[in-house]
């Protein structure tokens, strides 16, 4: 689209008379350059910060989930002897750790002793 956009600036200077020896085309041939490279750095910039933003909100919502699913294997290997499920500050979900922790004390209450048979 650049390319176009000074390629129409330098017919318009050819028709007007203009030879390349003329310093109208190195003004345009500077300004093109000066363009493309705002326009990169531009870019990169933007793609750098979003990268940088997206692996932050991912890890936002990801860590919570691996940490659920690591204290509830963890939960299971120890029979139940664990303390409660909490997140790290700023992270997202912070409703679920208090489910989880409601859950199991729920579930543990339901608990009912063993009968011993025989004798």
């Known amino acids: 689209m650049i390319y176009i956009h000074f390629g129409h600036m330098e017919a318009h200077a050819f028709e007007s008379g203009l030879t390349t020896a003329h310093p109208y085309f190195s003004y345009l041939q500077d300004e093109k350059w000066t363009l493309l490279l705002r326009v990169g750095l531009s870019w990169g910039v933007a793609s750098s910060a979003t990268l940088f933003f997206s692996a ?10 691996v940490r659920t699913l690591n204290y509830l294997q963890q939960f299971k290997k120890s029979h139940g002897r664990m303390g409660p499920l909490k997140f790290r500050q700023g992270d997202f979900m912070q409703e679920l750790p208090a489910a989880v922790n409601e859950a199991i004390q729920s579930d ?9 048979t025989g004798s």
């Open 56 to 65: 932050a909100i991912t890890s936002k919502m990801a860590g919570p989930l």
């Open 108 to 116: 543990k209450s339901f608990e009912k002793p063993l009968k011993k």
